[in-house]
């Protein structure tokens, strides 16, 4: 087994101000270099870079950015727990940072472990300093829940507003410089997860792709493992799950199907994409991919490193730096970790409940669609696109999707720069193109950002709605329920019914289905 992982690039701390803001006016100085949370369609990072391609951070912000009693444990290298970005969202066990060095205060059977555990050593969290990406675990974790708004370093997903508002991450040590990566040591840290708080696995490691061919064959291959990861996925430790999320990266083979443990049915196993809308080069597609996510690629494309994911860096390992450019579906796997601990987090704040397969399904519908991208055509680093449509799992996670799932507010996908036509039947009823309807409203100040020029209006039944900026946006729509009118107090009428929805506006591909 090992870490699917790119070559470290640090991050070059002088250059150019940031070209982007979220919203809700975060003050991290990098998070305009994380494409793959906003992307305005930065020519820089990449020629063909398209507005759009990412996880939709910036609505979701505006709703949610995070809650301490959501855990995710980062099955991983060591996480560097006092990075400056990362120490504030550390899980902390506190019998064991508040009792006496080398004995087990809590009685969990790991003495000292404050942060998480070496189960490579069996001794506390270690860093590695030699091996296969040694800034693996940190780089991950940082994707996930790096401290937003403290005026350091870059932006997690699910990393909190700068009050320790963030999700808590928990360090699973299962590699250690050259060593461990096997099931018996992943099955250790698996179990110790679900003993310990915490209601999300983030895996960005797995068996390479084509060794492992079947469910079946991978329960009697890897027993420990399985039987660890089904323990965890049947843990409560979240009052918004029934159970836990078991979420792992694809890997990064060029093959055409996932690698294990992700390929296993009840597990979720996420591909890569670059900032694009199109197929990362080294991304695995087909039988057992799930979701998709900006995983990025530090070559071959035309702004090199700055279209890699940004997150942060065990400084010890990376000659000082905090921060770098990785490059894997290792990347893509926590943007999906990140975007569940939100939507988590969100339905704790709405006193939400879920199954474990109600909030999977919430979970990979949240997305954008990508095949349209993928017709006849190739970019740089991939000769036929075309071989990944249908194949990278339902689409693109969306964030904001996902919260407004758990709101309860349907999305409106709309494709850019064209006049779409919205059926409302499934929201109106069948009776929908028949009705009165009364009102349309929304702010000029979304119709702006999503650049409408002529306000949407009804069109023999349908939403008559053209946005030609990318973004999210909300918008009200009023009917008549039992005749044409209103009713008053003199005149018979029906009742006036009003539904909300999220318009979600995206790049689309040629109408041919060819690449753009």
């Known amino acids: 087994m090992h870490v699917h992982e790119g ?3 640090p991050l070059a701390e002088t250059g150019a101000a940031p070209q982007t803001r979220a919203a809700v006016g975060f003050n991290d100085p990098h998070l305009g270099k994380q494409w793959h949370y906003i992307n305005t369609g930065d020519k820089s990072i990449y020629s063909k870079i398209k507005a759009g391609a990412d996880v939709n951070c910036d609505e979701a912000w505006k709703l949610c950015t995070g809650d301490p009693r959501v855990i995710v444990a980062v099955v991983d290298n060591c996480v560097q727990w006092d990075h400056p970005d990362l120490a504030a969202n550390m899980w902390t066990n506190t019998a064991e940072l508040n009792g006496s060095e080398g004995r087990d205060d809590d009685s969990n059977g790991y003495a000292d472990d404050i942060h998480g555990f070496n189960f490579v050593d069996n001794t506390t969290l270690t ?4 091996g296969d990406a040694p800034d693996h675990g940190t780089h991950v974790a940082g994707t996930v829940a790096a401290v937003n708004n403290n005026g350091t370093g870059v932006a997690g997903i699910a990393g909190g507003s700068g009050k320790n508002d963030g999700v808590k991450i928990m360090s699973c040590q299962i590699f250690h410089d050259k060593d461990g990566g096997d ?3 992943s099955a250790k840290a698996i179990k110790y997860a679900a003993d310990n708080g915490a209601a999300i696995i983030q895996c960005s490691y797995g068996y390479p792709a084509g060794s492992v061919t079947s469910d079946a064959a991978y329960s009697s291959g890897a027993s420990a493992e399985k039987q660890a990861i089904d323990y965890f996925i049947a843990k409560q430790n979240c009052a918004a799950i029934e159970g836990g999320l078991a979420i792992f990266a694809a ?7 996932s690698g294990y443990p992700g390929a296993y049915r009840d597990y979720i196993s996420v591909t890569a994409m670059s900032c694009d809308y ?3 080069y080294y991304t695995n597609y087909g039988p057992g991919c799930n979701i998709a996510a900006p995983g990025g690629e530090t ?3 035309s702004g090199g490193e700055k279209a890699g994911v940004l997150s942060t860096l065990c400084s010890e390992t990376s000659n000082g730096a905090d921060y770098g450019y990785m490059q894997g579906t290792s990347m893509a796997c926590p943007h999906v970790s990140g975007v569940a601990a939100l939507g988590l987090s969100y339905a704790l704040e709405k006193g939400k409940r879920y199954s474990l397969d109600e909030f999977k399904t919430m979970l990979l519908t949240s997305v954008n669609e990508i095949d349209s991208r993928l017709g006849e055509g190739s970019k740089a680093t991939i000769a036929d696109v075309s071989i990944y449509r249908g194949k990278m799992g339902t689409g693109i996670t969306d964030a904001y999707q996902l919260l407004m799932q758990i709101e309860g507010t349907p999305c409106l996908q709309v494709a850019l720069g064209e006049v779409q036509l919205i059926p409302l039947t499934q929201h109106f009823g069948q009776g ?3 009705l009165t309807y009364t009102d349309i409203q929304m702010s000029a100040k979304d119709m702006e950002k999503l650049g409408i020029k002529a ?3 009804m069109y023999n039944g349908k939403l008559m709605i053209k946005c030609t900026k990318p973004g999210s946006a909300k918008i009200k729509v009023s009917a008549i329920a039992g005749g044409t009118k209103p009713g008053t107090g003199v005149v018979m009428g029906g009742m006036v019914i009003t539904k909300e929805f999220a318009v979600i506006a995206r790049s689309a591909g040629a109408a041919n289905g060819g690449w753009l």
């Open 127 to 130: 860093i590695s300093t030699k």
């Open 299 to 301: 070559s071959g494309l």
């Open 7 to 9: 070559r470290v690039i």
């Open 183 to 185: 099931a018996a040591t």
């Open 432 to 434: 929908a193109e028949d």
């Open 455 to 457: 306000a949407p209006k």
């Open 278 to 280: 199109t197929p990362a």
């Open 251 to 257: 890997g990064n083979d060029l093959t055409g199907i």
